[in-house]
């Protein structure tokens, strides 16, 4: 059954990025009914563990400390990257897509709904499976790839640049921690900081 599901979720989620990006739904009703649905399913067949190897003081503060380390890499990164317009462009595109909504509900819906719900599903459900059959590092390999893969239908370079790194990041965390403890608070407070604090390309969406 857990495997049935998370073959299921990473469908689903892969089929939201490509229903959004072919103009067939928006984005920010798609993907977070999407996300919790596959969320709720994921606790439904395996319980999450927040961190069976770590203390969870410990997990939180390498989890938080990473997701702003993260954060700073990525600011980095795009202050160069940003130096090629097409990738300027798909930068200003990403941060285009919350002007819809407030800036505050964007962030509500993106550090309390949709990244909760793809840590339960991607580090409490499969990484968790997978380390159960396989072993926690084939188990952190297989998340990080599927979990890249997912978001290629986005057809937005950073964003499956974002997937790539930050993927590897969590489910590293998830590894050293066994659980979804620390992978979450970075994977917040990176997304969360993207959102208020964004690079360069979004600020120009921002004051515009």
Same mark, same amino acid.
């Given at each position: ?8 979720? =990473?469908?689903?989620? &892969? &089929? ?9 739904? *928006? #984005? ?37 400390? %990473? &997701?702003?380390?993260? /954060?700073?890499?990525? +600011?980095? =990164? ?5 130096? %090629? ?9 990403? /941060? ?5 909504? *407030? ?6 819906? %993106?550090?309390?709904?949709?990244? *909760? ?16 059959? +396989? ?11 599927? =979990? ?10 950073? $964003? ?22 620390? %992978?979450?608070?970075? +994977? $917040?407070?990176?997304?969360? #900081? ?15």
């Amino acid at each position: 059954m857990e495997l049935a599901v998370a073959v299921a979720g =990473f469908l689903a989620e &892969g &089929g939201a990025w490509w229903a959004v990006r072919a103009g067939r739904m *928006p #984005l920010w009703r798609t993907l977070p009914v999407t996300l919790v649905a596959m969320a709720l399913a994921a606790v439904a067949v395996r319980p999450p563990v927040a961190a069976s190897d770590v203390a969870v003081p410990a997990a939180l503060a390498v989890g938080a400390s %990473s &997701g702003v380390a993260l /954060y700073l890499a990525t +600011h980095a =990164f795009v202050a160069i990257a940003a130096r %090629s317009d097409r990738f300027r462009r798909a930068t200003v595109d990403i /941060y285009s897509e919350a002007r819809p909504i *407030p800036i505050a509900t964007a962030l509500v819906l %993106s550090v309390v709904v949709m990244v *909760p719900a793809e840590e339960l599903f991607w580090r409490g459900l499969v990484q968790a499976e997978l380390a159960a059959r +396989h072993g926690v590092a084939a188990a952190a390999i297989v998340t990080w790839v599927a =979990f890249t893969a997912v978001n290629v239908p986005s057809r937005s370079v950073p $964003i499956v640049l974002g997937a790539a790194v930050g993927g590897a990041v969590w489910a590293a965390l998830a590894w050293w921690s066994g659980g979804m403890l620390a %992978s979450l608070a970075s +994977h $917040i407070l990176w997304t969360g #900081l993207m959102l208020a604090l964004p690079p360069a390309p979004g600020r120009e969406v921002v004051r515009s």
